[in-house]
Structures are given as structure tokens and as C-alpha cells.
């Protein structure tokens, strides 16, 4: 077996390899874009479908392989029509943008995106402080929150100002809970979050201070509070809460901590070293 492997790469060419390449890539980019659309489940059963067609084929089982056959057509017709709008938002992308923003969407959607959900946050967070009505905000980074998610209401919705403080008004239904912000959006709110373990806590600090602290202790996220008692705004990150920041300091700490610097910003191989021969 391994000398027929070995036989077979020596025969591969640079257009094999670029050809495999491209196709794990484009394989790739298709899971991200089902799981980012929430169609990775139908895509799953479209599988299932598939294997029993094959599967009914190959025990010469006429109906089910006749049903099937029909079925994987409507149903493959039906997903260009569900899925419509992304479709023609990818093929707008290959019109419309850079190679690099091909290579990678996700990142020219974050610097669309991310702006505006932090100045959103910043406008209600100062809102918040002003009629100190309590508030925990909390922004997913590299660690999944979809067992916190799971804890509370789904949202589903643009970050907005005015959203959040009704959210957080003090008579709504969701308002002791935390918001959950995710690729820009909040997912979900009145979330759960685990309280932190540490005896050091100042004993002014009450269960919201507690459950962001806890938050930032176990995942990677931010957490942003607001007091209930004194309207002084915090942030907690890695298991350490920075307290009474001013609107203005949260945003550009925000800005650092949420809008990564882009390679492209950064000088290329080619830069470095004629920097190097200039020096």
C-alpha cells in the first residue's frame, strides 16, 4: 500500500497539488459558511439522503432509490431557494472584493462590523452608567459560549444602543442576566454565567461583578459591567477586573481587545528585508 502511495505522489505534478489544495479549501470555506448560517443540520440530512441513495443503488432497491432520486432533486433546488440571499452574497463577493478578502470574508465582515457594534455598546454602556441601571455585556473571542448561550433567552439581533438598554431596564424580564455578543451580534440574554472562585473580591462587589469576573476567569471573553449601586462601568478580562473606567477608556480598550491587527497591516517579507539592506 505505501509503495503504491509513494508511486503515485512521484507521479503527481504542481497542478495536482495546487488541484487538491483547492478543493480542501473550497470544501472549507463551504462548513464555515454552513455552520456560520446555521444550515450545518440540513446539510447533514442532505448526507444522510445521499447515503441511502447510494446505499439503495448498490441492494438494488428500486422505490426507495426511485424516492430518493426524486427527493435529492427538490431537494437540492429547494437549498438554492432557501439559501438564496448567501448565495448571491458570496457570488457579490467574487464581483465586488479583494483576493484577500475572498481568502478570508469573515475578517472584511468583522472590520465592517466591528466599529459600529463597539460604539453602539459604548452609547448604551454610558446610558446605563448615567441612570445606573446594572448591566453585564459579555463578547465571545476564540472560546464557544454555546453552553452559556444555551442558558438563556436567543436574541438574534444587531447590536444597537437602544436595545441594550432595554435589555437591561430594571423591570424588563431579561435584566439580571448577561448579554451575549457574538461575530458582531447579540445572541442571546438573561444568560448564566459561573460566579467567580476567588476569596479576594472586594465585598463591595455584588453577584454581577461576581459572574462577569467568573466569566473572564473561565473563557476568553470580555466582560463588560455596569453597577447597579454607584453606575461605574468595568471590564473583566483573564480573571482581573479593571474598575471605573471612563466611556472613552472602555472603547479603546475594547478596540484593542476586539479588532485584531490585520497582516496586511503589518510590513511583508519583502518590506523586512529591505529594511534590513536600507539599514
Known amino acids: 500500500m505505501f509503495d503504491t502511495i509513494l508511486n503515485n505522489a512521484k507521479l503527481?505534478?504542481?497542478?495536482?497539488?495546487?488541484?487538491?489544495?483547492?478543493?480542501?479549501?473550497?470544501?472549507?470555506?463551504?462548513?464555515r459558511f454552513l455552520r456560520n448560517n446555521n444550515a450545518l443540520k440540513l446539510f447533514q440530512g442532505l448526507l444522510a439522503l445521499l447515503l441511502i441513495l447510494v446505499l439503495s443503488d448498490a441492494m438494488e432497491l428500486h422505490v426507495i432509490n426511485y424516492l430518493m432520486e426524486t427527493v435529492m432533486q427538490v431537494g437540492l433546488t429547494a437549498m438554492v431557494v432557501i439559501f438564496q440571499p448567501e448565495l448571491r452574497k458570496m457570488l457579490e463577493q467574487f464581483g465586488n472584493n479583494k483576493l484577500s478578502n475572498l481568502l478570508n470574508p469573515n475578517r472584511n465582515q468583522r472590520e465592517k462590523t466591528a466599529d459600529s457594534v463597539i460604539l453602539q455598546t459604548i452609547e448604551a454602556v454610558n446610558s446605563l452608567a448615567w441612570t445606573k441601571t446594572g448591566a453585564l455585556i459579555i463578547f465571545q473571542r476564540e472560546d464557544d459560549l454555546q453552553n452559556i448561550i444555551n442558558t438563556g433567552t436567543t436574541i438574534n439581533a444587531d447590536v444597537n444602543?437602544?436595545?441594550?438598554?432595554?435589555?437591561?431596564?430594571?423591570?424588563?424580564?431579561?435584566?439580571?442576566?448577561?448579554?451575549?455578543?457574538?461575530?458582531?451580534?447579540?445572541?442571546?440574554?438573561?444568560?448564566?454565567?459561573?460566579?467567580?472562585?476567588?476569596?479576594?473580591?472586594?465585598?463591595?462587589?455584588?453577584?454581577?461583578?461576581?459572574?462577569?469576573?467568573?466569566?473572564?476567569?473561565?473563557?476568553?471573553?470580555?466582560?463588560?459591567?455596569?453597577?447597579?449601586?454607584?453606575?461605574?462601568i468595568?471590564?473583566?478580562?483573564?480573571?482581573?477586573?479593571?474598575?471605573?473606567?471612563?466611556?472613552?477608556?472602555?472603547?479603546?480598550?475594547?478596540?484593542?481587545?476586539?479588532?485584531?491587527?490585520?497582516?496586511?497591516?503589518?510590513?511583508?517579507?519583502?518590506?523586512r528585508v529591505k529594511g534590513m539592506i536600507s539599514k
Not at 478580562?237 to 478596540?255: C, D, N, S, V
Open 12 to 31: 503527481a505534478t504542481l497542478g495536482d497539488v495546487a488541484d487538491i489544495l483547492l478543493v480542501a479549501f473550497l470544501l472549507y470555506r463551504l462548513m
Open 161 to 232: 444602543a437602544e436595545l441594550l438598554k432595554n435589555l437591561f431596564y430594571n423591570k424588563a424580564p431579561l435584566h439580571d442576566g448577561a448579554v451575549i455578543v457574538v461575530n458582531g451580534r447579540i445572541a442571546a440574554a438573561g444568560c448564566i454565567l459561573p460566579l467567580s472562585g476567588k476569596q479576594n473580591i472586594s465585598k463591595d462587589l455584588g453577584t454581577r461583578h461576581r459572574a462577569g469576573l467568573g466569566q473572564s476567569e473561565n473563557y476568553d471573553s470580555l466582560s463588560v459591567i455596569v453597577s447597579e449601586e454607584t453606575g461605574a
Open 234 to 271: 468595568s471590564l473583566a478580562e483573564g480573571g482581573i477586573l479593571k474598575r471605573h473606567l471612563a466611556p472613552e477608556t472602555l472603547q479603546r480598550m475594547l478596540e484593542s481587545k476586539l479588532i485584531p491587527e490585520e497582516a496586511d497591516k503589518k510590513p511583508g517579507w519583502w518590506e
